[in-house]
């Protein structure tokens, strides 16, 4: 399983137990696991975003589908002790960046990237995704380009723009023109 940057404070290692669980069932349907959250509470929610591989669209009958195939394992597995609720949903087009491909996938295109720790003495940083170099996501924030180390990125996602949304739609556009 590729290493995801944190999600905050519902991401944690039974989190990422349970990722590791799903993600081969995931992987057998055609899916990819984005971002996996377990809330807390006395009915926990546990939270999986998934996209179908090549980033072709996906919809409520895929989500219908993965939740379908994860209650199944998760019944058998039983990861979770007591009553959980399970969702399932897409990443969207302002989607969170969590994995290293995401990066390079997403090259020329705004993110919001939030650090664990500061870094030049700021957090929080907007700017175009350059790419990777090395255990680094490079962003140009204005004059400026820093490179932000993988391993403090806490989140990450994709800021909706106009370039965004029309990259988006060419993408959707060529997925139909392919059925």
Request: proline letters at 6%; charged letters at 30%.
């Amino acid at each position: 399983m590729e290493p995801r940057i944190a999600a905050g404070a519902g991401s944690d290692e039974r989190a990422a137990r349970i990722g590791r669980l799903v993600e081969p069932t995931l992987e057998a349907m055609g899916y990819a696991l984005v971002r996996i959250t377990l809330g807390p509470g006395r009915r926990p929610c546990l939270q999986v975003m998934v996209e179908r591989h090549a980033g072709r669209p996906i919809g409520v009958d895929d989500c219908a589908e993965v939740s379908r195939g994860l209650s199944a394992l998760l019944d058998v597995e039983n990861p979770i002790a007591g009553p959980y609720t399970l969702e399932v949903s897409s990443p969207g087009i302002d989607r969170p960046l969590t994995r290293r491909a995401d990066f390079t996938r997403f090259a020329g295109h705004e993110a919001q990237i939030e650090l664990a720790q500061p870094l030049e003495g700021q957090r929080r940083f907007r700017g175009r995704i350059l790419g990777i170099e090395g255990e680094a996501v490079m962003i140009a924030q204005a004059e400026r380009r820093y490179m932000l180390p993988m391993d403090l990125i806490r989140r990450a996602k994709l800021v909706l723009t106009h370039e965004l949304r029309a990259a988006q739609a060419e993408r959707s556009g060529d997925m139909e023109g392919a059925k």
